[in-house]
């Protein structure tokens, strides 16, 4: 997942040079047209803000990883292209991109690194594994950190002034899932494997929890790691109890590969799971053993109404500029880093101590939809977006709040 814009749009520039050096060295060919004008350069005097990102852009979710720093990149660029000021300042913004592989340990790493950078802001980490360890070192060093994807209830629980996330966090997710699975989907005896990371255990617990108070039978709850590719043993075991719903708290990377063992063994359930497997990628991981309308999935986020236009369009625009379909979190970065600059536009300053309690007070239109954060951080009125896949592609089920 260290696949660079710039490295790609140099690539790009450099081909298109050799190509008119070549046209021009052609008798018969006209004289090249002059270049266009570099964008003007930012004044001399210009405000240096630095955004720090993390996501893990190595490892099996590199693509989950990468999608969200090609959010965090456009937003920068956008927000340079506008000459916003701060104070009577034109900011020009930089990102500062770190790469966690979704490891707790390389995650407080890192964050200390962008710490010691003294970056003004934070916008990650993906995982709610690495978010959560992070938030402590971030917080301790007063700087304010927006989660674009982390839905762990304890990362906005923990009593720290800096955390905030613009998603709906596992409480809604797994309960939202756990009640359609038994009042949409009929599920009566209900399986559930986790990964045991802080994401897929936190969703999987909240998921039973609904399902239980909606009147299903749990019967069973095996565990696996995010590492893992054979489930055998497991899936063996939980076939034995029959169940009609299969709820996996994990990420798609391994999702993917345990989908193809449900097919093998002739497991015949409706399998479901949270925003780490509600992906674009998760037909390639699992091949034809997506199935028709198998999968459910939920991600933390959505819009419906007039936003959905707004949403269209950035994707649109995202995968022109990158040469990819957005995978699922990039919006929800991209307006996470709106939000701290129009933090900073507020209190007139970019030093994180003054526009701290800004952030707190935003009330922005993004192109995930309005964000408003609540006394912990996390975002008022969440919505969460159901779907399946049909024909291989992910499919919209509804939008619920």
């Not at 690539?11 to 004008?37: I, R, S, Y």
């Not at 129009?342 to 994180?352: C, I, N, R, T």
Request: proline share 5%.
């Amino acid at each position: 997942m260290q696949l660079k814009w710039t490295a790609v749009a140099l690539a790009a520039l450099t081909l298109v040079a050799c190509g008119k050096k070549e046209e021009a060295a052609a008798p018969a060919a006209p004289a090249p047209t002059a270049a266009a004008p570099a964008p003007a350069a930012p004044p001399a005097d210009a405000l240096i803000v630095k955004i720090g990102h993390v996501g893990p852009t190595s490892g099996a979710i590199a693509h989950l990883g990468k999608d969200n720093e090609f959010g965090a990149k456009m937003a920068i660029e956008d927000l340079n292209a506008k000459g916003l000021k701060i104070g009577d300042k034109v900011a020009k913004f930089e990102l500062l991109a770190e790469d966690d592989a979704g490891d707790p340990k390389q995650g407080t790493a890192v964050a200390q690194k962008l710490v010691d950078s003294k970056v003004n802001g934070i916008v990650g980490h993906l995982n709610s594994g690495t978010t959560i360890p992070a938030s402590k070192l971030y917080s301790d060093a007063g700087i304010p950190q927006v989660s674009p994807s982390a839905t762990n209830p304890k990362y906005t629980r923990q009593g720290f002034k800096t955390t905030f996330r613009v998603v709906a966090d596992d409480t809604q997710l797994g309960g939202t899932l756990g009640k359609y699975a038994v009042e949409t989907l009929k599920g009566k005896n209900i399986a559930v494997i986790d990964d045991r990371t802080a994401y897929g255990q936190g969703v999987a617990e909240e998921f039973e929890k609904a399902a239980k108070a909606a009147g299903a039978t749990i019967v069973g709850h095996e565990f696996t790691t995010d590492k893992s590719t054979d489930f055998n043993a497991i899936l063996t075991k939980l076939k034995a109890t029959k169940p009609d719903v299969l709820f996996f708290g994990g990420m798609d990377a391994v999702g993917g590969p345990m989908l193809k063992q449900v097919k093998q063994l002739g497991l015949n359930v409706k399998f479901m799971g949270g925003d780490g497997l509600c992906t674009s990628e998760l037909p390639k991981l699992a091949g034809d053993a997506i199935g028709e309308e198998m999968v459910v999935c939920a991600e933390a986020g959505g819009v419906d109404g007039d936003f959905k236009q707004p949403l269209e369009d950035f994707k649109a625009k995202f995968k022109t500029k990158n040469g990819v379909d957005v995978q699922i979190y990039a919006p929800y970065v991209y307006d996470a880093v709106n939000v701290l600059a129009e933090a900073m536009v507020k209190a007139g300053s970019a030093d994180p101590e003054k526009y701290l309690p800004e952030v707190g007070k935003v009330q922005y239109k993004g192109v995930t939809g309005p964000i408003a954060f609540d006394e912990k951080g996390d975002i008022k009125n969440g919505a969460l977006t159901l779907f399946t896949y049909k024909g291989g592609v992910r499919t919209q089920i509804a939008v619920v709040r």
